[in-house]
T-cell receptor, first 111, second 112 residues
Framework: DAGITQSPRHKVTETGTPVTLRCHQT?????MYWYRQDPGHGLRLIHY???????DKGEVSDGYSVSRSKTEDFLLTLESATSSQTSVYFC??????????FGPGTRLTVL | KQEVTQIPAALSVPEGENLVLNCSFT??????LQWFRQDPGKGLTSLLL?????REQTSGRLNASLDKSSGRSTLYIAASQPGDSATYLC???????????FGTGTRLKVLA
């Protein structure tokens, strides 16, 4: 299995609070991705990174920001969480347009 | 806009049956297509990746085919087993981007 960890694995928070999710890889892959998975919508790309400090938006980026200061870490921040951001969040890595490897996911509940 | 569709959304089959899962995409200008498996409460695991220049890929009891001109890919599972029960998703990338677009998946249940 690819070395990808996500933290925390579960989080319950309240509307309006900031939340940061962390993705850590040990594979030295260039590309890192954040997705959310919701019933009926499948996986949707939030943001992705193609190198340290290089990021781009996905299809559902509103309300989310990301940062990548080191190759191995990709952070997803919800500046002010809303109930619509309750979801399961997955991090993935790849080398170019190659096989994607996924982390175990973070289940976030916003009350 | 590229869209990826998987039909049916759910499928139940008896053990031992050969089965086919479908993935359709609207724009044939893809770079590659990937099939994943997802077990409940888990992340996705890559099964097969087909480059746009390839017609099929095989791994054990799994065979994935790609027909770019018709915008279709199929995942063939031979001699299905209860352990194959999971959700299967396909995803495509297109030239000029490193973004992946996913289908909504087919939830497979293989009955013992």
């Amino acid at each position: 299995d690819a070395g990808i960890t996500q933290s925390p694995r579960h989080k319950v928070t309240e509307t309006g609070t900031p939340v940061t999710l962390r993705c850590h890889q040990t594979e030295n892959h260039r590309y890192m991705y954040w997705y959310r998975q919701d019933p009926g919508h499948g996986l949707r790309l939030i943001h992705y990174s193609y190198g340290v400090k290089d990021t781009d938006k996905g299809e559902v980026s509103d309300g989310y920001s990301v940062s990548r200061s080191k190759t191995e870490d990709f952070l997803l921040t919800l500046e002010s969480a809303t109930s619509s951001q309750t979801s399961v969040y997955f991090c993935a890595i790849s080398e170019g347009r190659d096989t994607q490897y996924f982390g175990p996911g973070t289940r976030l509940t916003v009350l | 806009k590229q869209e990826v569709t998987q039909i049916p959304a759910a499928l139940s089959v008896p053990e031992g049956e050969n089965l086919v899962l479908n993935c359709s995409f609207t724009d044939s200008a893809i770079y590659n297509l990937q099939w994943f498996r997802q077990d409940p409460g888990k992340g996705l695991t890559s099964l097969l990746l087909i480059q746009s220049s390839q017609r099929e890929q095989t791994s054990g009891r799994l065979n994935a085919s790609l027909d770019k001109s018709s915008g279709r890919s199929t995942l063939y599972i031979a001699a299905s087993q209860p352990g194959d029960s999971a959700t299967y998703l396909c995803a495509i990338t297109t030239s000029g981007t490193y973004k992946y677009i996913f289908g909504t998946g087919t939830r497979l249940k293989v009955l013992a």
